[in-house]
């Protein structure tokens, strides 16, 4: 799983089902120290992440739905956490600001 | 998922089945802010998308239909959404003409 | 879905089983306007395609002999399409020769 | 399977269900001769991984969850294995020190 | 699927259940005319290949066995074929030594 970096928000009316009602979000990838590494993507948020908020990035497996319908789903990219802290080395490479 | 232009369109007579009746729309990888990234790839259209338009690509999922047929059907690019505006830092990045 | 060249054959005797009697070519990946792109990787063959055309490649999906046997089957990279043109810009960028 | 050293932990309070109760750890991917190659991501210890050791990781499979529940879990990043040694050439690359 | 050569041999005594009993290689993906290209991977050997030899190599597909489990295999890396030759342009790019 990607880290990554909550940097903005993309808006789509016109899209696939499986995209319906869902907070897309533009994320960042990140190496632990923080800097950019490789260019952003679209994510779907699964679990509340604000704006500058480290995150946990991957792709969604396959799923039940598919045993159900016609046609493949496309495969979406997740945001599956929220990083608290980042521990390496012995120190503290990354801390959530919570002032 | 990956943000992208729609650059062109591939046309293929002689093509796997999963691919019969699709059209085959060229996209060009982009970062946020529009600029050109890796190599265009060809994609399926699912939802209507135009020359010059930002869309959403991703790849598709796995299938009902694999649990009919003898064979495994090959993965398709797809385009799931047309993007209207992206928003970072507090400013719209991008957003579609509506002229 | 890449575009591709295709730039020879590969043989193979031993081999696994899902690669029986399966045409296995060489392709080069590219660019729409025809450029080398990454390196040559090696492809099941599912159109009757030929040395120099320019192909769609992508990998398999996921299949219903999954469900019937005690192993995972290996992904094949798979050519989907025999290419005859790509439109870009209002122009014709690849036109398949038909001399 | 990529071969990487173990190099610190993440933590995250706010996460997807299939993440609960999961050690995060941070890995590098290496070359062979244990030099980094490309940026550390974040994986799922299935094996008890201690930091600094060199480790197998790879992307879990599709999963019997998938065929019960409403939604696609996300794919997780799992170490799989703890290397001993790896010989190349007739030369031992690398050996786990056991003092 | 990428064309490497075998380099070597790894050992893990602490692994996960799918990698038990199987044999790890190490792999150095090649170009065609069997320049290096990228980083060597782990692979798990399902056609007896030895060092030296040009092999196949690609990721397996999902399983029958996810459907019994509780849990999601990890996808492992695989050795599909041994190489005998490689024919681009007319001519042989690649032959297998059989002295």
């Known amino acids: 799983m990607k880290i990554a970096r909550v940097e903005g928000e993309a808006v789509s009316t016109i899209k696939h089902a499986t995209l319906d009602g869902q907070r897309l979000l533009m994320v960042q990838p990140l190496t632990p120290e923080g800097k950019d590494e490789g260019v952003p993507e679209i994510a779907v948020d699964t679990v509340g992440a604000g704006i500058g908020?480290?995150?946990?990035?991957?792709?969604?497996?396959?799923?039940?739905?598919?045993?159900?319908?016609?046609?493949?789903?496309?495969?979406?990219?997740?945001?599956?956490?929220?990083?608290?802290?980042?521990e390496a080395g012995g120190e503290t490479v990354f801390a959530k600001n919570e002032s």
Chains 1, 2, 3, 4, 5 share one sequence.
């Open 53 to 86: 908020e480290r995150v946990l990035v991957t792709q969604e497996g396959r799923a039940a739905e598919e045993l159900t319908g016609h046609t493949n789903p496309p495969v979406r990219t997740l945001i599956v956490g929220i990083i608290d802290s980042i």
